[in-house]
């Protein structure tokens, strides 16, 4: 089934603290797993993605651990500051179709 | 690099009457561009995949008579809504494929879209 599971659907951080999102999906064929960042009003960015080939993606303060068996990947940012603030979607693509997570309102308070 | 453009930015419209929005990928061709709808606090749907000089290809609910995608060049697609009722009323969100990474999409910043 084409649909990827995400949580929490909210998050409260404090500024310098670790926030982390979680993702699980079902389908086997998906084959390449991106992180979008997306602030109000705006279109989503890119932040980070990672193959299921690799356990782990880091960029900068953007960390993705993936567990291939589980079926699971996850989004972490270290050092979390209040820019950071907005909603962040997991993803993933089997061929040119992405489907995308719940989506988690991630706010960092200063 | 790949930047890509909507316009208009938003766009408030009388019921029953049709709006059309362009998407432009401004520095790379984009053989495939991909339309969503997003509704407030919820995530992405995919509406549609534009494929230049093709037809669209619909998702499942998604009505093509009322949806018109156009891809005419490998830089602009277009998406009509037309006569456009108040339950249309959302944020639309383009996207194009970009370069030899055949997942990676890079999206639009969005037209919000609300019909009286």
């Known amino acids: 089934q084409q649909q990827v599971k995400q949580s929490p659907q909210s998050l409260i951080v404090q500024k310098g603290g670790i926030s982390i999102i979680n993702c699980a999906y079902e389908n086997t064929a998906f084959d390449y797993f991106p992180w979008y960042q997306q602030f109000p009003g705006k279109g989503p960015a890119l932040l980070i993605a990672i193959r299921p080939d690799v356990s782990e993606k880091k960029e900068g303060r953007f960390t993705i651990s993936f567990n291939k068996s589980a079926k699971q990947f996850s989004l972490h940012i270290m050092d979390s500051q209040p820019g950071d603030s907005a909603t962040y979607f997991c993803?993933?693509?089997?061929?040119?179709?992405?489907?995308f997570g719940e989506g988690t309102q991630l706010t960092v308070n200063p | 690099g790949a930047v890509v453009s909507q316009h208009p930015s938003w766009v408030i419209c009388k019921s029953g009457t049709s709006v059309k929005i362009e998407c432009r990928s401004l520095d790379f061709q984009a053989t495939t561009m991909f339309w969503y709808r997003q509704f407030p606090k919820q995530s992405l749907m995919l509406m549609a995949t534009?494929?230049?000089?093709?037809?669209?290809?619909?998702e499942q609910g998604v009505e093509k008579d009322k949806f018109l995608i156009n891809h005419a060049s490998l830089t602009l697609s277009t998406l009509t809504v037309t006569s456009a009722h108040p339950e249309d009323s959302s944020f639309y969100i383009c996207?194009?494929?970009?370069?030899?990474?055949?997942?990676?999409?890079?999206f639009g910043p969005g037209t919000r879209l609300t019909v009286l």
């Open positions: 993803a993933a693509t089997s061929g040119s179709r992405l489907t």
């Open positions: 996207s194009a494929r970009y370069g030899s990474n055949y997942n990676e999409q890079f």
């Open positions: 534009s494929n230049e000089g093709s037809k669209a290809t619909y």
